[in-house]
């Protein structure tokens, strides 16, 4: 791959990383953009762009107002991570595998749906409030769209224009953002940070077969990121028992990122293995978590004011509700009131609903990944396809 150097400068917001690459691998220069036809993308919420709740029922309003004025599936006043990378590739939203309405495949598929996690749980989403759809089953989707799509397009009509061709698949983006619920789900069942990071080595064995999987079925480009901080998010810090000595100096839960840190090391770890075994593939590792946290640390820098204090929601110490999230509503006289509001400006606030980020949070973190400053290797979202 060659070696590489990297530096970094920031600048006030509206943020832009000047970067300075001084030793990209030398097989980068020279070449061409990507220009990748389709994404392929698989996920939990962080992505989820509609999947969930084509199953489930749509996440109520406020979710969506911002951006497309009324619920879209998303968990997200508006656009989400994946929203820019299609829009920075110059590609349409992409629609959920899961949704039969007024949904276009021409240029990939969303497998992602909130709540899923790598490994399967042994409880129900009415249960855990995890999705029934992790990791392997999307991948089950997706290989039986591949197949699908083929026979389904030679049929003529509307449908050779709504699903993708062939060549697509080979050159297509293969997107990941997924984790983080494998790591809060010990948490739910009680489990110490110790139990938890037990079983990481098997997630990412899960995780990294269904890449292999996806390299055999023709896929060579993969950008994934790694999982967030979840120390930070208000869901985790105020369901949970923590003390001061462990709270660091952004004001994070430190035992809890440090799991996400073992996570994102393992990840890390796995990936330089499956380049070495993957020869025709290029594999970018985005490190989110420190995307995230840097935004978190420079929350009221950035004008975003307190870092934990949640755009939508009803009361609690950061207007956090576990029983009474955003969207939630009450019987009042008869009368159906909505509890958990949006704040005034959703641009203001780095954190949604506790657990998602807004929009304005989210097109910041995509103007520091565009451009490779938190990949490695360091190359540019449209240049992820050379290896």
Request: hydrophobic content about 35%; glycine content about 10%; charged content about 15%.
């Amino acid at each position: 791959m060659g070696s590489y150097c990297l530096k970094m400068v920031m600048i006030s917001r509206p943020p832009i990383f000047v970067t300075l690459l001084l030793l990209l691998p030398s097989s980068i220069f020279g070449l061409p953009e990507c220009n990748f036809p389709a994404i392929f993308n698989f996920g939990d919420s962080n992505s989820d762009t509609g999947g969930l709740s084509a199953v489930f029922g749509q996440f109520p309003l406020p979710n969506g107002q911002t951006y497309f004025q009324s619920p879209a599936g998303r968990r997200c006043d508006g656009r989400l991570l994946i929203d820019f990378i299609a829009e920075g590739l110059g590609l349409p939203y992409l629609s959920p595998f899961l949704d039969s309405m007024g949904t276009n495949f021409s240029h990939g598929a969303n497998y992602a749906t909130a709540g899923s996690t790598i490994r399967r749980q042994n409880t129900t989403i009415w249960q855990s409030g995890y999705s029934p759809i992790s990791l392997d089953v999307q991948y089950i989707e997706f290989s039986d769209f591949l197949k699908r799509s083929k026979i389904i397009r030679e049929k003529g009509n509307v449908f050779k224009d709504l699903l993708p061709g062939t060549e697509k698949f080979s050159s297509a983006l293969y997107t990941f953002d997924i984790g983080q619920n494998d790591l809060t789900s010990g948490y739910k069942l009680n489990m110490s940070t110790e139990q938890v990071k037990a079983y990481v080595p098997d997630v990412i064995s899960q995780f990294t077969t269904t890449i292999k999987n996806i390299y055999v079925s023709g896929g060579r480009s993969f950008w994934i990121h790694n999982t967030g901080p979840v120390g930070c998010l208000p869901y985790i810090m105020d369901t949970r028992l923590i003390t001061a000595a462990q709270i660091d100096k952004h004001g994070c839960a430190s035992p809890f990122n440090g799991v996400s840190q073992y996570f994102n090391e393992k990840l890390k770890e796995a990936i330089s293995q499956l380049r070495k075994e993957l020869h025709l593939a290029a594999i970018t590792y985005v490190d989110i978590y420190s995307v995230k946290y840097s935004l978190i640390a420079q929350s009221k820098k950035l004008g975003f004011g307190d870092p934990f204090m949640v755009c939508c929601g009803h009361g609690g110490r950061y207007n956090f509700n576990n029983a009474m999230r955003c969207g939630s509503t009450k019987m009042v006289k008869g009368k159906e009131i909505l509890i958990a509001k949006s704040c005034e400006d959703p641009s203001s606030r780095i954190l949604w609903d506790g657990i998602h980020f807004t929009e304005a949070a989210n097109k910041w973190m995509y103007g520091q990944i565009m451009n490779g400053a938190f990949s490695d290797p360091p190359v540019p979202l449209k240049m992820a396809c050379h290896i």
